[in-house]
């Protein structure tokens, strides 16, 4: 479930769900990026990210989403939220792509974090992090994207690889 839909018509999506589907888990989006824009993390805060310009939800946004996560709970949903901690929000201060054979950054329609770079491994901590203690009403944090590229834009060179100067060390 995208969060607009949520915060929008939150009742009438619970209550198509509840009648329509055998559903029983309602999985929220909590923040990714994309190429051209990068998506707002679901947390209250950037303050644990040491001063990255991360991008955060306003404080009546979190309130709404608060809001439908305690109603999908009171209508017997659980709820889950799927974040991807290795595809940071923030592009400008961390040279964190994945790089392919050629030593050309991956062109994706998100960023793809080396998981060997240290700069993003300290991102995805503090991301999961702050996630489990901000929303301690969710009952599972699903995340997602825990590899290497595996969506190729310019071909197979770049296919679940990495060739950064941290993946060339190991």
């Excluded at 995208?2 to 589907?21: C, G, K, Q, Y």
């Excluded at 029983?24 to 644990?48: I, K, M, Y």
């Excluded at 793809?112 to 991102?123: H, K, L, S, T």
């Excluded at 944090?141 to 590899?147: K, T």
Aim: net charge negative; proline share 7%.
């Amino acid at each position: 479930v995208r969060w607009p839909v949520a915060m929008t018509e939150p009742e009438r999506l619970l209550d198509d769900l509840a009648r329509s589907t055998n559903i029983d888990t309602v999985v929220l989006n909590c923040g990714h990026s994309t190429s051209d824009q990068p998506e707002a993390l679901v947390l209250p805060s950037a303050r644990a990210f040491d001063g990255l310009p991360v991008k955060v939800v306003t404080a009546a946004e979190l309130d709404s989403m608060f809001r439908f996560v305690d109603l999908a709970k009171s209508k017997g949903f659980k709820v889950s939220g799927t974040v991807t901690p290795l595809n940071p929000t923030v592009r400008d201060r961390l040279p964190v792509t994945c790089v392919d054979v050629t030593g050309e950054p991956g062109v994706h329609t998100v960023v793809r974090g080396c998981p060997n770079n240290p700069a993003v491994v300290q991102y995805a901590e503090t991301v999961v992090r702050e996630m489990v203690s901000t929303w301690p009403a969710m009952d599972m944090l699903n995340l997602d994207h825990l590899e290497y590229t595996h969506w190729c834009q310019k071909g197979l060179n770049e296919f679940f690889v990495c060739f950064c100067g941290w993946c060339r060390q190991k």
